[in-house]
């Protein structure tokens, strides 16, 4: 009888061990569906990861954004590239030196891409104004006379 017992036991909580499904623990969430599309949303995931070797990325979490992969590379020929003060509340100071005595260009782009500033042939020191943007982060590129980058720095207004 005891066998009996046991297997049954077995048998009933075992069928029921193990459920494998997508589950999220987050403080707010919502799904919306119409005709063509379904949309969830979760606010707080607890554990979202992207892991990449240059060939594969693999991203690891229910909800993953639109993944936007940017780097920021610096040319090995550049010698000194020198921007203060950043932050910058008027003007910013662009000092430079490169191995080859070639000139430079600038530009510099709001947070959203849109580009703000644009000068080519850059052989001395530059100053850019600030008086009249916005408080916010902004991207400064050094290019060379190829539009090749060669430095990208992040200024931030204050």
Known sequence: MKKI??????TT??????SISNQVVSSYGLSAVNGTAQTDVTIGEPVTA?????????????????LIITTISENEKTNNYQFYPNP???????????SNNEPVGLQLFD?????????????????????????????????DKNNKEIKTVKIIKN
């Open 50 to 66: 992207t892991v990449s070797d240059g060939n594969n990325t693999l991203t690891q979490g229910f909800h993953q954004t639109k």
């Open 111 to 143: 947070i959203n891409g849109k580009i703000l500033y644009n000068k080519q042939n850059i052989t001395t020191n530059e100053q850019l104004s600030f008086s009249d943007k916005a408080n916010g982060q902004y991207i400064l590129k050094v290019i």
């Open 88 to 98: 910058v509340n008027e003007v910013l100071n662009f000092n430079f030196t490169n």
């Open 13 to 18: 909580f075992g069928a029921n061990a193990q």
């Open 5 to 10: 017992l046991y297997i049954l036991l077995l």
